[in-house]
């Protein structure tokens, strides 16, 4: 008679578990595969990394799986550390252990770990600033919606990840005129010198978001050049906006960061630095423009849909009240969205 498995064991993250865990993590999600570098840059060094959040899975002592769960230790912005917020930014079981209720011993134990600290909720999986993924690829993993819509989770809001070739780009001779035009007239569309990056920084903080501020100061003192940005200026040298590239994990091919200013929108200098960095990316040997995380019908999602940007995948975004809670017996609604998503164009 065939034995059945040993049940597993699950502990918090021990030193030397990170190797087994990226193995184990890309057998378990192929098509979302992560390098042991990856993982310590993107989780073990994170700032607010804390081992007792990571829960193991162990099998006859090899790693089967795990859960990620992370609260603030330091703040995004100010002094904030929004203590009624937890987040589950990953969870995977090996397909050989899989059907033994492992998934939901780790996101439970990752539930109870974050109520014991404080959260009321746990989001899936919009953490920043190191998320691997946004939120819930429902059509890639069923297996998963369907274990965390059982314990509780429900649907905030969608984003999109979207891609576009750039073999055959060319800039349009359209943009290419405007922008000679505008810069006759005193505009400048140019990379900014190391001075303009306390404006930059200034801006992307305080009028779109304080992790996309946080990404540039950490993108340049890692190393990005100041080319993979471009800034637009009015002729009164009023910066109303940019666009960048390479700035997560140095990857060229990744766009954003990008904004402008609310007040300066409808003049088509979105359209303009969406443009000029392509054709950037294109330069520096770039085969193709793709991001993660926007709203599709976002005037910025409507925006790369018209620059030949097309829709790869489909994100939900996931929140659920913790056990031990009064919001525990609450119900959630998809009304209520993380502040600190809610101005998120790109990324």
């Avoid at 984003?159 to 780009?169: E, F, G, I, K």
């Avoid at 290419?176 to 505009?187: D, K, P, Q, Y």
Wanted: hydrophobic share 40%; proline share 7%.
């Amino acid at each position: 008679m065939q034995q059945p498995p040993p049940v597993a064991t699950i502990r918090p993250f021990r030193p030397g578990d990170g190797p087994a865990i990226a193995e184990t993590w890309t057998a378990s999600a192929p098509a979302d595969g992560i390098t042991y570098g990856r993982f310590r840059d993107m989780v073990l060094l994170d700032r607010n990394f804390d081992r007792d959040g990571l829960l193991v899975a162990l099998q006859d002592g090899a790693v089967v799986g795990a859960a990620y769960g992370v609260r603030r230790l330091v703040p995004t912005y100010g002094a904030d550390l929004e203590p009624d917020s937890g987040w589950i930014p990953f969870f995977f079981v090996h397909p050989r252990a899989r059907r033994q209720g492992i998934g939901s011993r780790l996101v439970r134990g990752v539930m109870d770990w974050l109520s014991s600290k404080g959260a009321t909720f746990a989001y899936f999986s919009s953490y920043t600033p190191n998320y691997v993924l946004p939120g819930l690829d429902a059509a890639r993993y069923l297996d998963a919606a369907r274990l965390l819509a059982a314990l509780g989770f429900v649907p905030q809001y969608e984003a999109v990840a979207m891609d576009r070739s750039l073999n055959d780009y060319q800039l349009p001779a359209d943009i290419r005129e405007r922008v000679e035009s505008m810069r006759a007239a005193g505009w400048t569309f140019a990379s900014p010198a190391g001075d303009d990056l306390v404006e930059l920084i200034d801006l992307a903080g305080r009028h779109f978001n304080p992790d996309w501020a946080r990404a540039i100061r950490e993108g340049v003192l890692g190393g990005q050049p100041l080319d993979r940005i471009i800034t637009v200026r009015n002729p009164d040298g009023v910066m109303l906006g940019w666009a960048m590239y390479g700035t997560y994990e140095n990857i060229i091919e990744r766009f954003g960061p990008f904004g402008v200013l609310p007040e300066s929108r409808g003049a088509g200098l979105g359209k303009i630095l969406l443009h000029l960095t392509l054709e950037r990316m294109r330069a520096c040997g770039a085969h193709s423009a793709w991001f993660l995380w926007t709203e599709e019908t976002s005037p910025a999602g409507i925006l790369y849909a018209k620059t030949g940007f097309t829709v790869t995948r489909r994100f939900t975004i996931l929140r659920a009240p913790l056990p031990g809670t009064a919001q525990s017996d609450q119900t959630v609604t998809s009304s209520t969205r993380p502040t600190q998503q809610s101005e998120r164009s790109s990324r």
